[in-house]
């Protein structure tokens, strides 16, 4: 079976950091591409980053020079480490798992920011 599982999420101040792992098992995970999402109450899930099996990266404008996105392929895991965290941050963050048109979507993740 394949499961991709999020963990990390929790409540910071404005201005801390946090740091998500995204664990996937099943899966050749140096061949995939994860992307992180995330989805604020009422609103659409949206992209954040993402890196690719090269190690590429991309970051959603919003994040850029906060978010920092890495991979360990020894231990099947993606991190998000998120800085200088502002009230537009607070959402379920999701971690995507994709090879092609085979993917996987983890449970998410709570992040909160206390003002």
């Known amino acids: 079976d394949v499961r991709v599982v999020e963990s990390g999420g929790g409540l910071v101040q404005a201005g801390g950091s946090l740091r998500l792992s995204c664990a996937a098992s099943?899966?050749?995970?140096?061949?995939?591409?994860i992307t992180w999402f995330r989805q604020a109450p009422g609103k659409e899930r949206e992209f954040v980053a993402t890196?690719?099996?090269?190690?590429?990266?991309y970051y959603h404008d919003s994040v850029k020079g906060r978010f920092t996105i890495s991979r360990d392929n020894g231990k099947s895991t993606v991190y998000l480490q998120m800085n200088s965290l502002k009230p537009g941050d607070p959402a379920v963050y999701y971690c995507?798992?994709?090879?092609?048109?085979?993917?996987?979507w983890g449970q998410g993740a709570r992040v909160a920011v206390s003002t």
């Open positions: 099943g899966v050749t995970f140096s061949q995939y591409g």
């Open positions: 890196i690719y099996a090269s190690y590429n990266t």
């Open positions: 995507n798992a994709r090879l092609g048109a085979e993917q996987y």
